[in-house]
């Protein structure tokens, strides 16, 4: 491809090997005197303030967040962006409870499906680590491609070589330091990260002058902008509940909860995370908005890049690959090892092999399968929102159930299991279809004529507030 702001492919070769090379070195070399298994799962519960904070903050702000505000802004508009950037941020405010009861009731714990163990028996635990790993392995499929399309978008790479090397050079230094070499490199990333999105802001607003502002939005595309634009709710509501339950069962999250030198540590880098969260977030798609409304004919997804590419400069689309790159790592480095170490605390009570097994290493070998069906993945291209999608409704099947479990001693197995499945089945009827023109009950069972026109419309935001909320229904109707 031959367009005028891209660079050639050999360049931007260079400086994704570069790149990635630079924090795989930094991470393998501080991580060689941290080694043992206290520092691979949780640090050895010694991370301070700023290391927790930046640390926090780069794991939640992948890839993703340069494509799907923006795009979701161009249909569900203000409220689409507020609701994506609460729902990515509000899982911190939420960790400062859970996670205070959690250290407190099982301070050598390092995961939440080891709680979920002692709390439940072996069958519940056993779909709840299911569902937990799906989601993150669905999260590191969606990284790995979001930075492979990006810089074919940018240069023409082909997709397979940007993935190899992302994933070859987090591989190494992850499943080598573990938690401690991820904490380490996230700091250094989110100050890259930083630095790069105020840069852009600077850039984006010289470039486009009056038009990237809510003025220029309210003229061109006023229902983006109005109290009375029905998609606006149901989106922000959709993006909420879907963001804030899955990052709830984020594994990484847990890590850092452990992590974390003392509570009074935890709870300033969780607070600071989210005031830092939901503006960088809401600014991602505040720029699909204005993109949209220059030019309603350009793709969704790309809006940041259509407004900060608008001067064409070599110099901008190197900047762009180093923040998908600080993006893309900080977050994958995470959900290696925040896979890896459930199989290393959990896998006993769930394979139970006869003779004795290093489960350290053996979580090694499979964080390596799934990194190859990631590349595989990647490598077509494939648009996995529908999977990504799939995998929030499982969560939000299980979210309320597991959660309220912490604060009521009278649920049991049986009454969580009943009601996650009943909300997952609630759920799974009205999931439209990957054309979101109907779902399993509205369209394919019944009728769409049988539905109001609110029903037919928002069969994503209806799926989600059903899996979520009917679990706990069914947990009220019951006499415990």
């Keep these: 491809m031959d367009k005028t702001y891209y660079i050639n492919q050999s360049t931007s070769l260079t400086l994704v090997i570069f790149i990635s090379l630079i924090f795989a070195f930094l991470g393998f070399y501080y991580s060689k005197k ?45 409220g689409a962006i507020i609701g994506y950037s609460l729902g990515t941020a509000f899982p911190m405010f939420f960790l400062i409870y859970l996670g205070k009861k959690i250290r407190n009731e099982f301070p050598k714990g390092s995961s939440l499906i080891e709680f979920m163990r002692k709390k439940f028996g072996k069958s519940l635990f056993k779909l709840i680590l299911l569902m937990t790993v799906f989601y993150m392995f669905i999260f590191l499929c969606a990284e790995v491609t979001a930075v492979a399309v990006l810089i074919n978008y940018i240069s023409g790479t082909d997709l397979w070589i940007t993935a190899l090397i992302v994933l070859l050079s987090t591989l190494a230094y992850t499943l080598y330091g573990g938690l401690r070499a991820s904490i380490f490199t996230d700091n250094i990333q989110m100050v890259v990260i930083g630095v790069l999105l105020l840069i852009s802001l600077a850039y984006i607003n010289s470039f486009n002058g009056s038009e990237f502002s809510f003025e220029f939005i309210k003229r061109k595309n006023p229902q983006l902008l109005s109290s009375s634009y029905m998609p606006s709710y149901t989106a922000g509501l959709t993006f909420f509940i879907a963001v804030a339950a899955t990052n709830l069962f984020h594994q990484g999250n847990w890590q850092r909860v452990y992590a974390a030198k003392n509570f009074e540590i935890l709870r300033k880098s969780l607070i600071i995370s989210f005031f830092i969260i939901v503006p960088v977030v809401f600014y991602m798609g505040f720029t699909g908005m204005v993109a949209f409304s220059i030019d309603p004919t350009s793709r969704p997804d790309l809006g940041f890049f259509t407004l900060l590419l608008k001067e064409q400069t070599k110099l901008l689309s190197l900047f762009i690959i180093v923040l998908g790159l600080a993006l893309t790592i900080s977050t994958v480095d995470t959900l290696v090892n925040a896979i890896s170490s459930l199989i290393v605390v959990d896998g006993k009570a769930v394979f139970n092999f006869k003779k004795k097994i290093d489960y350290l290493k053996f979580s090694k070998y499979i964080i390596i399968f799934l990194s190859i069906i990631s590349f595989i993945i990647a490598s077509r291209g494939f648009d996995i929102l529908y999977l990504f999608l799939l995998a ?76 979520t909320f009917l679990p706990i229904v069914v947990l009220k109707a019951k006499k415990f």
């Design 34 to 78: 941290y080694q043992g298994l206290n520092n691979y799962l949780t640090a050895n519960r010694n991370i301070g303030l700023f290391s927790l904070t930046t640390s926090l903050t780069a794991s939640a702000l992948g890839a993703w967040i340069l494509f799907g505000p923006a795009s979701a802004a161009t249909w569900g508009g203000m």
């Design 392 to 467: 929030d409704l499982f969560c939000c099947a299980f979210v309320l159930t597991v959660f309220y479990s912490f604060y009521n001693k009278n649920i049991n197995e049986k009454t969580a299991y009943v009601s996650i499945i009943i909300g997952l089945i609630g759920g799974l009827l009205m999931f439209p279809s990957p054309d979101f023109s109907k779902s399993l009950l509205v369209g394919v069972l019944m009728s769409k004529e049988l539905f109001g026109p609110f029903v037919a419309q928002s069969l994503l935001f209806l799926s989600f507030a059903i899996a």
